[in-house]
């Protein structure tokens, strides 16, 4: 047994000297899983795998990504907030399910600053604005006075009520002075069938949705909500470039239970880090329209709470509540 012991170690040494960074080690008695509270295939997963794949090389034992969709998001975050804090369970979670749901679903029985320990930040990405084909403005500013003077027409789309899209949309409409009607779609497909049938005149979504079509030239972008515009998209502004005094990037984070030791957070959050500095998983994650943003555990605690503070009263003044 300690010859084994010894060669995992030593895998794990090697490892963490590609990776180009030391790792603190730990005594490894579990695989540690990363739950993603999605199906298999989309941004989160895609994001998880590439974590837990480098990081299985950096820290010489398993780390899987295990599925467990449901309510949002929801389910995964109850079950790692329920696990022994030991960091062999951890969770790869949205903005959406760690600050707006909270917020909307009366349901929700966690409380994401007491109940989690942050580990770290894993990507960042911006949503995106599309108008469909009957629309005929070009830019964002043609948007905005074409809905001025077309009021009726001043609806958006989003893949799901009580969504980032969702209150982004009413982010813009407070910042433009366009009041806007919300028109939730179940997902980002019935969105984008609605968008290309001249349905309603724009949607807000991930750009990934929103890509294909676009580079076909049957919707347009018009303009990306991060602080910067993305590689795959560079005739694409931002909100600001555009003249719209509004910036609002989604993430990724990691996170495990709370009550996790000091020095298994280093640990983890050290491992995380290194894995997101890799040129093929910076790569990756671009082609995902994802930014890799490795952050420490103290960083990504004050992202959290950052962002709480700028969505909640957007949300409150709403007044939307899913249940």
């Known amino acids: 047994m300690r010859s084994w012991f010894s060669r995992r170690s030593a895998l794990g040494a ?15 008695s579990a695989p540690v899983k990363i739950l993603v509270g999605f199906p298999p295939g989309g941004s989160a997963d895609a994001t998880a795998r590439l974590i837990a794949d480098k990081m299985t090389t950096s820290m010489g034992s398993p780390v899987l990504v295990e599925n467990r969709p ?13 696990a022994t804090p030991d960091g062999n369970t951890l969770m790869i979670a949205p903005l959406a399910v760690m600050v707006v749901q909270p917020l909307v679903f009366k349901s929700v029985k966690y409380d994401t600053t007491k109940d989690f320990t942050a580990i770290g930040n894993a990507a960042i990405f911006p949503l995106a604005l599309a108008v469909g084909p009957a629309t005929p403005a070009k830019t964002l500013p043609e948007l905005i006075t074409w809905l001025r003077n077309n009021p009726a027409q001043a609806s958006y789309g989003s ?6 899209p969702h ?10 002075g366009v009041k806007m009607q919300h028109v939730p779609y179940q997902g980002g497909a019935p969105l984008m069938t609605a968008l290309l049938g001249s349905q309603l005149p724009l ?6 949705e929103f890509a294909e079509n676009h580079r076909a030239g049957k919707l347009r972008i018009l303009a990306l909500s991060g602080a910067q515009r993305l590689a795959q998209f560079p005739d694409v ?8 005094a509004l910036e609002a990037s989604a993430w990724f984070g990691i996170f495990g239970p709370a009550g996790m030791q000091a020095a298994r957070v280093e640990a983890l959050s050290n491992a995380v880090a290194a894995a997101l500095r890799q040129p093929d ?6 082609t995902l329209g994802l930014q890799a943003a490795p952050e420490s555990a103290a960083e990504m605690t004050s992202r959290l709470a950052a962002d709480k503070a700028r969505w909640e009263p957007v949300i409150r003044s709403t007044g939307f509540q899913a249940d």
Not at 203 to 208: R, S, V, Y
Not at 237 to 244: Q, S
Not at 281 to 286: D, E, G, K, M, N
């Open 167 to 176: 209150f982004l949309g009413e982010m813009l409409g407070q910042a433009t």
């Open 281 to 286: 998983v910076v790569a990756r994650l671009a």
């Open 159 to 164: 893949p799901a009520t009580g969504s980032l």
């Open 237 to 244: 502004p931002t909100f600001r470039e555009a003249g719209i």
């Open 203 to 208: 949607g807000i979504d991930t750009p990934a």
């Open 70 to 82: 449901g309510a949002g998001g929801r389910i995964a975050a109850q079950l790692v907030k329920d």
């Open 14 to 28: 090697l490892g963490a000297a590609a990776l180009g960074t030391a790792l603190p080690t730990f005594a490894q």
